[in-house]
């Protein structure tokens, strides 16, 4: 292929380029300034080979003309003077033209096969290299045939090795140990403990743990315990947590004592109980309402050292909110903050629950304005907690109110909270309010229960609406929602108060073909119908409560004393011989399926 070749031609010179006089001029300013240099120079030398030539006639040539010269110094000198100069800027014009020649396919080509060359060999050493690198194990064998195999640093660096091997291996079945534990695995969790012993590899706690809480989270307490008994055998050391696993599979169980019996084992084995362990114990307790056994724990902890958390004073808390002990639980919160334990939302809602079931409604609003001073954000439990309190202080338009408030501060409402203000409408006997609210809670979308519709449906009993209560019962089954027997009891006491018996009996035989047992509301608003009846009917009544009986259905004051209203005491004291009576405290006030 033709190559071709680049002129030396300066910027400004170049065809197509746009230049001023001035730069034009510049760029033609060293060829023009050039051959004047040389006449200069070659005048300049003639003069002086002249002068050097005749020195006796330099007088007689001054101010005369004289004719070309024919010295040989003066060819020389205008040779020297002319040619070398051509020569010099020829040689230079060929450099230039060399450096600039444009490249041609053929040398580009040569230049990318050059360049293959080059990576193709640096490949080449690059793999050599990469081939002959040696694994770390055989170069600690060949440090060891090098050395000696009594060589200290030999020796060391292989048993490095090995326990690096061995952690790694270890940590793996560890973390499939754990993912079988997770998804509820725990024969497979067992198996990989097997197969850490056959591959040699001593278990450690973590391996251990994973199994105990692979059967704890089956509820499966035994064989939990089994397992840290073997650890325990195998020489490995339980720590805090294998203890804790257990404590917290007794108190999911209700079995406190034996959680207990975990916490005091586990101090005889030498392993100090931390928070979580005396949390645990301290919750079993409140779990049954035993504010004085979850008190004693919290002292034994303080004295041991371990510093009490807001989980712990919440258990104690929530222990005093399940006898109604308000004052109680609000001195718990003092204590908390004498000893610097920061006080959350779930604490508050803790206190203001206490005072719900004791149905003080201004001291739950006290510790609910409280909590907002304190710029702890109540949610939607803590305003249900206030509801209720409401609910049970018999002001239900404090109970909307609460309710409003909770939706303008934009926390969003749940069953509960629209239970609670349907409850506080229902106690008041306000059906209007308690559909009103009901309404609402399916135009916002929140799925209504059939503790909602119950609630609806006593508010229609304590009224004796009983037209009312057959529509919301319609409703509750076009909702999908499955009655219990807790609102066929709602519903069939409107129409035991009036004595109208034989719809009772119908929601009795409805409720049994939907597999539905009858419990002791449903019988006391059966009984309830008999005895208000027209005439009364006092051998059904009978009938009805031999059958409980043989049901084995239990029995209150309640339940007798309507069927001493429908078959006289005398009879009714015949009846519940040699059957055991279920007393309710006096100072309780009587569950709404009996009003």
């Known amino acids: 292929m033709k190559s071709f070749k680049q002129s030396a031609v300066s910027e400004p010179c170049k065809p197509g380029k746009h230049v001023s006089t001035t730069e034009y001029l510049q760029a033609k300013f060293p060829v023009i300034i050039m051959p004047m240099c040389i006449i200069a120079i070659v005048y300049f030398v003639d003069n002086v080979l002249f002068h050097f030539s005749n020195p006796e006639n330099d007088a007689a040539t001054e101010g ?14 205008i040779v020297i003077c002319v040619v070398l100069p051509a020569v010099y800027f020829n040689r230079k014009h060929k450099n230039k ?63 490095k090795l090995a326990i690096s091997k061995q952690a790694m291996t270890l940590a793996r079945y560890n973390q499939g140990i754990s993912a079988a534990a997770k998804a509820g695995q725990p024969s497979k969790a067992v198996q990989l403990l097997v197969d850490i012993e056959k591959a040699g590899i001593l278990p450690d706690t973590i391996s251990y743990n994973s199994v105990i809480h692979a059967f704890a989270r089956q509820g499966d307490i035994r064989s939990a315990e089994k397992w840290l008994l073997k650890m325990k055998e195998n020489n490995v050391e339980a720590n805090t947590i294998s203890y804790n696993i257990l404590m917290d599979t007794c108190v999911k169980a209700n079995n406190t004592t034996e959680a207990e019996a975990w916490l005091e084992r586990m101090q005889k084995d030498g392993v100090d109980p931390n928070e979580v362990s005396y949390a645990t114990v301290i919750h079993a307790r409140a779990k049954h309402g035993d504010s004085a056994g979850a008190e ?37 919160v003092e204590e908390m903050e004498e000893r610097g334990v920061e006080a959350r939302v779930t604490t508050y809602t803790a206190v203001i629950d206490a005072c719900a079931k004791s149905g003080d409604v201004l001291r739950a609003e006290k510790w609910m304005e409280k909590m907002i001073a304190c710029d702890i954000e109540p949610n ?30 934009g926390v969003q409402p749940n069953a509960h909270s629209f239970s609670a203000v349907i409850n506080a409408c229902a106690k008041a006997g306000n059906v209007e309010a308690a559909v009103h609210w009901l309404e609402q809670m399916e135009d916002n979308g929140v799925p209504v229960d059939v503790v909602v519709y119950s609630g609806v449906l006593d508010a229609c009993a304590k009224v004796g609406d009983c037209d ?89 004051k309640h339940v007798v004393t309507a069927l001493a209203r429908a078959v006289g005491r005398t009879k009714a004291n015949q009846l519940v011989q040699d059957v055991e009576i279920k007393t309710v405290p006096d100072r309780q006030r009587r569950p709404e399926s009996y009003q």
Not at 298 to 319: C, D, H
């Open 468 to 556: 009312k209560a057959k529509l919301v019962f319609h409703q509750m089954r076009m909702q999908g929602v499955k009655p219990n027997v807790i609102s066929y009891a709602a519903l069939a006491r409107p129409f035991a108060h009036k004595g109208e018996w034989e719809e009772v009996e119908a929601f009795a035989e409805q409720m049994k073909s939907e597999g539905l047992e009858m419990n002791e509301y449903f019988l006391y608003a059966l009984l309830l119908a008999y005895a208000s009846a027209k005439p009364r009917q006092a051998e059904r009544a009978e009938q009805a409560f031999r059958d409980a009986k043989a049901m084995k259905i239990e029995l209150n």
């Open 64 to 77: 005369s003309t004289s004719g070309p010269s024919s010295s040989p110094f003066e060819i020389v000198s």
């Open 380 to 409: 939607v439990v803590s305003y249900s907690a206030m509801i209720d309190a409401c609910a049970k202080g018999g002001d239900p338009d404090r109970a909307e109110l609460w309710h409003t408030r909770m939706l303008l501060k």
């Open 296 to 332: 004693a724990w919290l002292r034994k902890m303080i004295e041991q050292g371990v510093e009490p958390n807001v989980v712990s004073y919440n258990s104690l808390i929530y222990a005093c909110g399940k006898k109604g002990q308000a004052a109680k639980a609000e001195k718990w």
């Open 97 to 159: 033209n060399v450096e600039t020649r444009v490249p041609n396919a053929e040398d580009a080509g040569a230049r990318l096969r050059a360049k293959a060359s080059t990576k193709a060999t640096q490949v080449t050493v690059t793999s050599s290299e990469s081939a002959k690198i040696t694994p770390l194990s055989q170069v600690l064998r060949t440090a060891e045939e090098t050395l000696g195999p009594h060589t200290e640093s030999a020796r060391l660096a292989c048993q």
